[in-house]
């Protein structure tokens, strides 16, 4: 507790609390005459102390939070586009009112953080937060509607939340004890709380801290679960929690219950409390700082809630013990049901709670959903998975399903088989013993079948979750963890996502600070932070040498090894000069790993290190002093001093002639490297952190704590900067580097992923995704055909750019403006794409231009369809009209006579000889292909089409609208067969099974729906993604639906039990369409984003 201030507070608490509460405040006046406001500190601080005695809902650490520091904001009328009605209460988390939205107007729950909580990148977390908790669409969970931030004070910045309002709202405790239900009711109710819990776990979202106040129940007695925030914005991942339990209260804090309440704000004001959740419902490995957290938690929070709504208590009673031994008990001390609920209470509800409650969460349920199963199983009088089943035992439950047959059958067997009763009952029992028995083995496997897919699902989500956050540890342990059976496309995928290396070092245990490659790039040399210093033979992948750094101390002969903060080749590959943390420069035999010479000039931590062609060695340290030394000498030649008085770093580029300095205040030099006079200067418009300079120095680029990138030509005797803007979350630059044709630029950064722009257009040309920790060191091999880089994760990865470019993405120019529609050729082979400036043309597999066509249509083209057996694509769009494309010869044809208003959709029939075109007008022309000509109409939409789709077999074709009508034509017959209904909105999405058996819409509505082909009969609907269906096709084996969405995520069903198994953000903005391609490698997609992305199965795993 280093604060002053905070010393004080604990010291007149300690004082005050040996006083009864009448004499408190005459004390607590005369020890603040000075300092009222400390007094109202204390006095609130006494309150929480009573508080935490009886361990109340609220944490007590929220009374002692960042506002002590900072002091009280006044919350104003108005927030955002919000009207503050009534405050409705304050939690945890913060402050919930009820307000009054604007546009559109309608009554919200606003949440306001509590001040300790907001991050210096409020931004970015509430947009990732917003992400998170917008997925969770279900009808049992408040929905969230916008997370922002008020900026009318710019100096107080106000976060929010706004959730859905539900009025008359109770906590779930406060409807039971108001409704008085039993037993049977309160089951069910908690059934539902468990069908969205579980929802939440089938997105990879854990809630963390489960209680009573979190549950409120509506007025038509259905639950709502609120504040998923403490899933969100305490932790995303597992790690990250560990993280937060790690941190332990001090041993003088543990030693009381307001321990941790009174040191609750070490780190300031963007401290965080150090675990997530309520006391009371926390879980044993919740408790435990060593333990990971997983959907187990969420079982012993809910059994908890069970436990206290049946029983009318918790199951521990922490009332008035210290911390320390309320985590000891939850952690260690047995459940025991009370004698009085043991009497009351039915054994197979006993036995649910044992097993909820469980201290190994591996004889707990293993998910919310098995816990809602077996509650059902006792509600319908089954046996409970929680309990043995003996014969007595399911018998009995038998006769309490059927007692009027067992009744009956009772009377008969003694009217007619008295003297029997004695053999019939052994056969009785034998042959229930073989059906139990068989049964018991059915479900055994079925719930195993069920336990293994569910973990599959989870693992994927939580792994494609963990990707978007470029947690790669996390990915590949989902990855693995992920049961092998039901691996498919969207492992396949994110795994060679993950593993694109061509090779992968690991060169340390501990982190990589330093990097440096020979002038011919046959060596390679990494630096640890503990002293140890590698050399790498580039070929092999072989380490040829180990150089222990010891330390450079006069005084203490056994101070620890320093890192090596600073590498270079000296003299090809003979030399190699070493800069460490405490000061010293050394220069070593790369051969035998023998020091030659150790300079001595530098006081502090070496910072960078460049070595001319002539030997000149040029250094900096921490201190900002810069030094040029000969190499033989053990002084310096010089030390550099002028107008720039402090020194960031430097580098030698132009084959030693020249020498760039910067200072880390915004300002880069270029000078003569003999006279160090300076030639160039250049102006950074935010601090400086990394700086990369071209081999033959026309280029220098300047990096910073931000995502943009400042770049000079150093030719200009003006030069202005040039900027690239780093797409995504904000993270520093840690390593830049120049290709040996300057043609290419690559940054490695601290959020773990590496970047490469083409020079001089800046266009994005690879993204490099496999490092777990910052990239710190980063080169081109001299031929520029491969990046190595190393990071804090202790590993030296390899990259061969022409495998990993970015062939999978290409970005429409300003002219072309957005790519709106495209097409895959029946081989696979090529990509059309048409673009909104009326533009149509085709790519190879990698995204390279094969073809422009000419501009021919006057409008937009909406949408395009590539001929099933003919080198042909069919084009419509604005101006109404059809053109036939021939993709050989470039030349088109326009069908006559045009629509009456624009066209939507074109789609060809699976043998080529009709193409369809639909729209605005609402009809379905059909075109002969052999003719091309007009053939006949079908109607029956009564607003715009928006989508068209033939089945493989060519025997259906299926029509969506804007008002959400779908028919299903038969095509043999020319005729409408179904009207499908059921949609609200836009039918966007259509696909076909390749059996032709089933059809799967997609609408803006957020649903995907199936149906029955035959019969027209709606078989399932695919809900709970939250996710606006913009586009749908489904993979050739017939395993997986995949769709595109108005948000711009991608999501992947798998088609046999209609669970998702995949969710991610594969653009930025609208998905307007999606094709899987006829081999299943890949599939397309095109985006309001300005892009075309291509998503390729990874080729690491062969199938």
Request: hydrophobic share 40%; glycine share 6%; charged share 20%.
């Amino acid at each position: 507790m280093a604060d002053p201030l905070a010393r004080r507070v604990h010291e007149l608490l300690n004082q005050a609390m040996e006083f009864d509460s009448q004499q408190r405040q005459e004390f607590l006046q005369r020890a603040c005459l000075d300092t009222p406001a400390l007094a109202a500190r204390v006095e609130q601080l006494l309150a929480a102390v009573a508080d935490s005695q009886s361990f109340m809902e609220e944490p007590a650490l929220e009374f002692f939070g960042n506002e002590f520091w900072n002091g009280p904001l006044q919350l104003p009328d108005a927030v955002g586009n919000y009207q503050i009605i009534r405050k409705l209460g304050s939690g945890g988390m913060g402050t919930v009112y009820e307000a009054i939205q604007k546009q559109p107007q309608r009554t919200v729950a606003l949440k306001i953080p509590r001040a300790r909580l907001w991050k210096q990148d409020l931004r970015q977390q509430l947009q990732s937060e917003s992400e998170l908790l917008g997925r969770l669409r279900h009808a049992y969970i408040a929905q969230v509607y916008e997370a922002g931030v008020d900026d009318t004070q710019p100096e107080h910045p106000l976060p929010f939340f706004a959730m859905e309002f539900v009025p008359s709202a109770k906590t779930i405790r406060q409807h039971i004890r108001h409704e008085k239900l039993d037993i049977p009711e309160i089951l069910r109710l908690i059934q539902k709380v468990c069908e969205a819990v579980q929802h939440a776990h089938q997105l990879g979202i854990i809630h963390r801290d489960l209680k009573p106040a979190n549950i409120l129940i509506d007025s038509h007695g259905n639950p709502k679960v609120i504040d998923f925030g403490v899933a969100s914005s305490q932790g995303l991942s597992d790690a990250v929690v560990e993280r937060q339990i790690d941190q332990q209260p001090s041993p003088d804090a543990q030693s009381m219950p307001l321990g941790r309440l009174l040191d609750s704000n070490p780190g300031g004001p963007d401290h965080s409390p150090p675990t997530a959740g309520t006391l009371n419902y926390m879980s044993p490995e919740q408790c435990d700082p060593e333990a990971t957290i997983d959907s187990r938690t969420d079982v012993y929070s809910l059994g908890v809630i069970l436990h206290e709504l049946v029983c009318g208590s918790l199951p521990y009673d922490l009332k008035g013990l210290p911390l320390t031994q309320a985590l000891q008990t939850i952690r260690e001390v047995a459940l025991k049901l009370a004698t009085d609920s043991r009497r009351t209470l039915p054994k197979d509800v006993q036995a649910i709670l044992q097993k909820a409650l469980h201290k190994d969460r591996n004889l707990r349920y293993s998910s919310v959903e098995a816990f809602s199963r077996d509650i059902n199983r006792y509600l319908n009088l089954r046996p409970v998975a929680a309990r043995n089943h003996s014969l007595s035992y399911v018998f009995g439950l038998a006769i309490l399903r059927n007692r009027w047959l067992a009744v009956a059958g009772t009377l008969l067997m003694t009217a007619i088989v008295v003297g029997s009763a004695a053999s019939g009952l052994f056969a009785w029992r034998a042959s229930a013993e073989v059906q139990r028995r068989r049964l018991a083995e059915t479900e055994t496997r079925r719930q195993l079948d069920q336990a293994v897919w569910q973990s599959y699902i989870a693992n994927m989500l939580g792994a494609f979750s963990a990707f978007q956050n470029l947690e790669m540890a996390q990915v590949r342990s989902r990855l693995a963890a992920a049961p092998q059976e039901h691996r498919n496309w969207e492992w396949d995928y994110l795994n060679g996502m993950v593993e694109i290396n061509d090779r992968v070092i690991q060169a340390h245990d501990d982190m990589i600070v330093s990097f440096a490659q020979s002038p011919d790039g046959s060596r390679w040399a990494t630096g640890g932070s503990n002293g140890v210093l590698r050399v790498w033979d580039s070929q092999t992948g072989k380490m040829v040498r180990e150089i222990l750094h010891s330390s450079s101390s006069r005084f203490r002969s056994d101070a620890p090894r320093p890192a090596v903060t600073a590498l270079a080749f000296r003299n090809g590959v003979s030399q190699i000069v070493s800069g460490t943390s405490d000061g010293a420069i050394r220069i070593w035999n790369s051969e035998n790993g023998q020091m030659e010479l150790q300079l001595a000039g530098h006081q502090t931590m070496i910072t960078t290190i460049s070595v001319s062609p002539n030997g000149t060695i040029a250094s900096t340290c921490s201190k900002n002093r810069a030094k040029l030394w000969d190499g033989h000498q053990t002084r310096p030649l010089r030390e550099i001093k002028d107008e720039q008085t402090e020194f960031g770093g430097v580098l030698y580029c132009d084959d030693g002639k020249r020498l760039v300095t910067w200072n880390p205040l915004r300002t880069l030099w270029l000078r003569d490297a003999e006279t160090q006079e300076i030639l160039n200067r250049f102006q950074s418009n935010q601090n400086i952190r990394r700086v990369g300079v071209s081999k033959d120095g026309s280029w220098i680029v300047a990096g910073s704590e931000t995502n943009q990138l400042q770049l000079w030509q150093t030719a200009s005797s003006s030069p202005q900067a040039q900027f690239i803007d780093i797409p995504g979350k904000r993270s520093s630059s840690d390593s830049l580097c120049f290709a040996p044709d300057n043609s290419r630029l690559a940054i490695g950064r601290i959020d773990r992923q590496i970047c490469e722009f083409s020079l001089p257009d800046f266009e994005k040309k690879s993204q490099l995704q496999g490092h777990e920790e910052f990239v710190r060191g980063l080169v081109y091999t001299p031929d520029g055909q491969r990046l190595i880089s190393t990071s804090g994760d202790g590993t030296l990865r390899e990259w061969n750019l022409a495998n990993n470019a970015l062939g999978n993405i290409k970005v429409a120019t300003d002219g072309e403006r957005i790519f709106g529609t495209l097409a895959i050729s029946p081989d696979g082979d090529q990509i059309a794409a048409a673009s909104s400036n009326r533009s149509m043309q085709i790519f190879d597999q990698q995204l390279k231009l094969a073809r422009k066509f000419p501009v021919k249509h006057q409008g937009q083209i909406h949408s395009i369809a590539w001929s099933p057996n003919k080198p042909l694509i069919a084009s419509a769009g604005t101006d109404r009209s059809v053109r036939i494309w021939n993709t050989t010869s470039g030349e088109s044809i326009l069908l006559s006579p045009p629509h009456l208003a624009d066209i939507q959709r074109v789609v060809f029939s699976p043998d080529g000889n009709w193409l369809i075109s639909a729209g605005l007008d609402r009809v379905l022309r059909v075109w002969d292909m052999t003719t091309q000509t007009r053939a006949f109409e079908l109607f029956g939409h009564n607003t715009t089409v928006v989508s068209l789709r033939f089945s493989k077999d060519g025997r259906w074709l299926a029509s969506g609208a804007a008002d959400g009508s779908l028919i299903l034509w038969d095509w043999d017959a020319r005729k409408k067969a179904h009207e499908l209904t059921g949609h609200k909105t836009h039918v966007f999405g259509l696909a076909f099974d390749p059996t032709g058996q089933r059809l799967y819409s997609g609408s803006r509505d957020r649903s995907v729906r199936v149906w029955d082909t035959s019969s027209g009969q709606a078989l399932d609907v695919l809900t709970g993604h939250g996710q606006l269906i913009r586009s749908l096709d489904i993979h050739p084996d017939g395993t997986r639906l995949i769709a595109g969405s108005w948000f711009g995520d991608i999501l992947i069903w798998d088609l046999e039990r209609h669970d998702l198994v995949a969710t991610f953000k594969g653009h930025s903005d609208i998905i307007f369409e999606l094709a899987v391609d006829p081999q299943g490698d890949y599939f397309v997609s095109c985006s309001l984003d300005k892009t075309l992305q291509k998503f390729q199965r990874g080729l690491l795993r062969s199938r």
